[in-house]
């Protein structure tokens, strides 16, 4: 049993990890924008694992200060925290040259620097505890430069993993893991307008992926994997003329 905190817990994978967590008999430290969304999901939780201790506080990780803040008052409020999921995330890009800069910083700010603030306040935490499981919510879509709408959004992915990577190599030989997770298409609300995908699997089956390969603390690991351990190898190395063909 070890304390798990998770950003972006108030919908989708967050909230379904949160649950899948919980089920494992983890205590959870979640946030988000929506309380009234994490409040209910505390309740939930409350009523199928009585015993499990779930706290919940607002973050936006775009407000940086309050990135560190909030993750210091969870550490001291549970004593220490085991796993950090970085996953809060935002998918409102657009095609570059089509005067979206505003949609495209926004997502960049979230997905990358808010990530960035995420990383650097549980690296403190892990450093100063010298233990603890940081987990980044990467893509399959930054296996590659992407086009039309996921452009940033790919590049905002690909900048994490390597973000996580770099602090495991950091880390190496301590008690200090790292996870990065490349969901491919898992229903939520971010996913919900690829929902003519065949390859769209239910929240609650790529979580139960994600899970598994959090719990193992793989170094990485593209989730489901079927189909996208192999699907992620065509995507790394077909021609670029194909690549909008696939988006
Ligand atoms: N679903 C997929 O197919 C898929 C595939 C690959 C990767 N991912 C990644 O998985 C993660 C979760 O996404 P999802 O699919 O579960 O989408 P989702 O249902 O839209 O959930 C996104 C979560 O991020 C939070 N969030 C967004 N902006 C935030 C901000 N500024 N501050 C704090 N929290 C913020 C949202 O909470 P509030 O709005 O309440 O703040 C929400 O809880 C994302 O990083 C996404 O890129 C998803």
């Not at 193992?216 to 790394?236: D, M, N, T, Y």
Request: glycine share 8%; hydrophobic share 45%.
């Amino acid at each position: 049993m070890s304390t798990i905190l998770i950003t972006g817990a108030s919908s989708g994978l967050g909230a379904e990890m949160a649950r899948q967590f919980a089920a494992l008999g983890h205590d959870l430290a979640l946030c988000a924008r929506r309380t009234d969304r994490l409040e209910e999901l505390r309740s939930d939780i409350a009523r199928t694992h009585p015993d499990v201790r779930v706290e919940v506080r607002a973050l936006d990780v775009t407000d940086h200060d309050a990135v560190f803040r909030v993750f210091e008052e969870f550490r001291a409020e549970f004593g220490s925290l085991d796993r950090v999921v970085v996953n809060a995330g935002l998918g409102k890009g657009q095609p570059l040259s089509t005067g979206r800069f505003d949609a495209n910083r926004e997502t960049a700010e979230t997905n990358f620097i808010g990530a960035l603030a995420q990383t650097e306040a549980a690296a403190q935490i892990f450093r100063a505890q010298d233990a603890g499981h940081l987990v980044m919510v990467s893509s399959v879509s930054a296996l590659r430069g992407m086009p039309k709408n996921i452009t940033t959004y790919a590049a905002t992915k690909a900048a994490v993993a390597h973000l996580a990577e770099g602090f495991r190599a950091d880390v190496h030989g301590t008690p200090i893991k790292v996870t990065v997770l490349y969901p491919g298409y898992i229903a939520s609300e971010m996913s919900g307008t690829s929902a003519r995908t065949p390859l769209m699997v239910t929240t609650e089956k790529g979580v139960r992926a994600m899970v598994e390969a959090i719990e193992k603390e793989k170094a990485s690991a593209r989730v489901p994997a079927w189909p996208w351990a192999p699907l992620g190898f065509v995507i790394k190395h077909v021609p670029i003329g194909v690549l909008p063909k696939m988006s």
